[in-house]
C-alpha cells in the first residue's frame, strides 16, 4: 500500500549521459516535489508542481528539469549528469500549500561513473 | 542563507534519559515547523508539526519565536526512537527548507 513509489530505486548513471527518475503516488495529491540530499546534508528542494504549475527554486541548475504529464507521475531529467549530482534524489507529495504534513518516498539513489 | 540550523550531528543518550534535539531557524515572516523522523531503512515521515501543539510518541516541541527556535523534546528516550531526525520550515510560498539532521541514538 505505498503511497509515493520511486523508480527505481538506485540508479547508475555515466558522466553527461542523460538521467531520468520516476515518482508516482496513490494519494491523489496536487503538490508534488523533488528533492536532492548529498550525504550528510539536508533535503534541498529542487522543484515543486502544483497541479501543473511548476515551481523552480532559483538555485537549481538548468541540468534539472521535471515532468508532470498527470496528478500521479512526476520525472525528474537530468540532461547531463555530473560526477557532482550524485545523490539521494527524494520525491514528496502533500495535499496542497496551506499547512499539510509532506508524504515521501523511499528516494532514488543516483550514481554518477 | 540557511534557514534552518541543527548544530547536533550526533546525539547519544541512554534509554530512559530526557533528549533534546535543538533546532533553530532564521525566517523574518511567520513559519510553519515541522519535524521529520526517519527509521533506519524507512522513508523519512512527519513526527509532529508545531501548528498542532500535539505530542506524537512522547515527543513535544514548542516554537519559540523570540529565540527562533523550536526544539524536540522527550522525557525518557527509548531504544526505538532512535533514528535520524529533520527540523523543517516552509515558507510563506510553500518552500521547504530542512536542517541537516541529527542522528539520535538511545542506548540500552
Known amino acids: 500500500d505505498a503511497m509515493v513509489i520511486q523508480n527505481p530505486r538506485y540508479q547508475v548513471t555515466q558522466f553527461g549521459k542523460p538521467v531520468t527518475l520516476s515518482c508516482s503516488q496513490t494519494?491523489?495529491?496536487?503538490?508534488m516535489y523533488w528533492y536532492q540530499q548529498k550525504s550528510s546534508q539536508a533535503p534541498k528542494l529542487l522543484f515543486h508542481?502544483?497541479?501543473?504549475?511548476?515551481?523552480n527554486e532559483a538555485d537549481t541548475p538548468d541540468n534539472f528539469q521535471s515532468r508532470r504529464p498527470n496528478t500521479s507521475f512526476c520525472f525528474l531529467d537530468i540532461r547531463s549528469p555530473g560526477l557532482g549530482d550524485a545523490a539521494m534524489y527524494l520525491c514528496?507529495?502533500?495535499?496542497?500549500?496551506?499547512?499539510?504534513?509532506?508524504?515521501f518516498g523511499p528516494g532514488t539513489r543516483l550514481t554518477v561513473t | 542563507a540557511q534557514r534552518v540550523t541543527q548544530p547536533e550531528k550526533l546525539l547519544s543518550v541512554f534509554k530512559g534519559a530526557p533528549v533534546e534535539l535543538k533546532c533553530n531557524y532564521s525566517?523574518?515572516?511567520?513559519?510553519?515547523l515541522f519535524w521529520y523522523v526517519q527509521y533506519s531503512r524507512q522513508r523519512l515521515q512527519l513526527l509532529l508539526r508545531?501548528?498542532s501543539r500535539e505530542s506524537i510518541k512522547g515527543f513535544t516541541a514548542d516554537l519559540n519565536k523570540g529565540e527562533t527556535s523550536f526544539h524536540l523534546k522527550k522525557p525518557f528516550a527509548q531504544e526505538e526512537d532512535s533514528a535520524m531526525y529533520y527540523c523543517?520550515?516552509?515558507?510563506?510560498?510553500?518552500?521547504?527548507?530542512f536542517g541537516s539532521g541529527t542522528k539520535l541514538n538511545v542506548k540500552p
Open positions: 514528496a507529495t502533500s495535499r496542497g500549500t496551506g499547512y499539510y504534513e509532506q508524504y
Open positions: 523543517a520550515l516552509r515558507d510563506n510560498f510553500n518552500k521547504f527548507y
Open positions: 508545531h501548528i
Open positions: 508542481y502544483y497541479d501543473k504549475d511548476f515551481n
Open positions: 494519494l491523489n495529491h496536487n503538490v
Open positions: 525566517y523574518s515572516g511567520s513559519p510553519e
